[in-house]
Antibody, heavy 121, light 107 residues
Framework: QVQLVESGGGVVQPGRSLRLSCAAS????????MHWVRQAPGKGLEWVAA????????YYADSVKGRFTISRDSSKNSLYLQMNSLRVEDTAVYYC??????????????WGQGTLVTVSS | SFALTQPPSVSVSPGQTARITCSGD??????SYWYQQRPGQAPVVVIY???ERPSGIPERFSGSTSGTTVTLTISGVQAEDEADYYC??????????FGGGTTLTVL
């Protein structure tokens, strides 16, 4: 079955970098657009970044544009989020999520279990 | 970017009907989606494309749309439905947005 497993979270100081990984199984990343969505403690969901199914197009929320980069390694069937110049307000659980239907942009299904990123001095 | 507005909270007694609204200009021409998130868990889609229900989601969950407002309706609410609910849409140009979320309390 389809499964997404995030890793790479942890505690990091402001201004430093961190790379999150999302290992996908049960489907090929090459067929589905993928996203990162975050949730600050006690807050709502915030879309962060998207990568098209063919890997040619990436999109970012204004809050992370220029600091975060979404990418993938098809040989490992894994999605990544490189986070640079981290800020305290980036503290959140980061989820990777798959688009439900292939090739297009539709709805998030399923989601991984999330990985916690804490930015603190 | 665009915004989606939800009420922060809705409370109903077991067996009653809960209605959660979501408003935003983009909803007049883009699909809406609804996610349920229980404490400590990842979100799960309960309604897609305005009013379609995924397999495995109980029939008491339904969605409707009218202009720039969409509504998630839960008929015959059960205790297990207590959760946070988020609406979501996209602008078709590379931006996805969630509503602020609504906490459903079953009294």
């Amino acid at each position: 079955q389809v499964q997404l497993v995030e890793s790479g979270g942890g505690v990091v100081q402001p201004g430093r970098s961190l790379r999150l990984s999302c290992a996908a199984s049960g489907f090929s990343l090459s067929l589905f657009a993928m996203h990162w969505v975050r949730q600050a403690p006690g807050k709502g969901l915030e879309w962060v970044a998207a990568l098209s199914y063919d890997g040619r197009n990436d999109y970012y929320a204004d809050s992370v544009k220029g600091r975060f980069t979404i990418s993938r390694d098809s040989s490992k069937n894994s999605l990544y989020l490189q986070m640079n110049s981290l800020r305290v307000e980036d503290t959140a659980v980061y989820y990777c999520a798959k688009m439900a239907e292939p090739m297009g942009y539709n709805w998030f299904d399923p989601w991984g279990q999330g990985t916690l990123v804490t930015v603190s001095s | 970017s665009f915004a989606l507005t939800q009420p922060p909270s809705v409370s109903v007694s077991p067996g009653q009907t809960a209605r959660i609204t979501c408003s935003g200009d983009v909803l007049s021409n883009q699909y809406s989606y609804w996610y349920q998130q229980r404490p400590g868990q990842a979100p799960v889609v309960v309604i897609y494309k305005d009013n379609e229900r995924p397999s495995g989601i109980p029939e008491r969950f339904s969605g409707s749309t009218s202009g720039t407002t969409v509504t998630l309706t839960i008929s015959g609410v059960q205790a297990e439905d207590e959760a946070d609910y988020y609406c979501q849409s996209a602008d078709g140009r590379g931006t996805w947005v969630f509503g602020g979320g609504t906490t459903l309390t079953v009294l």
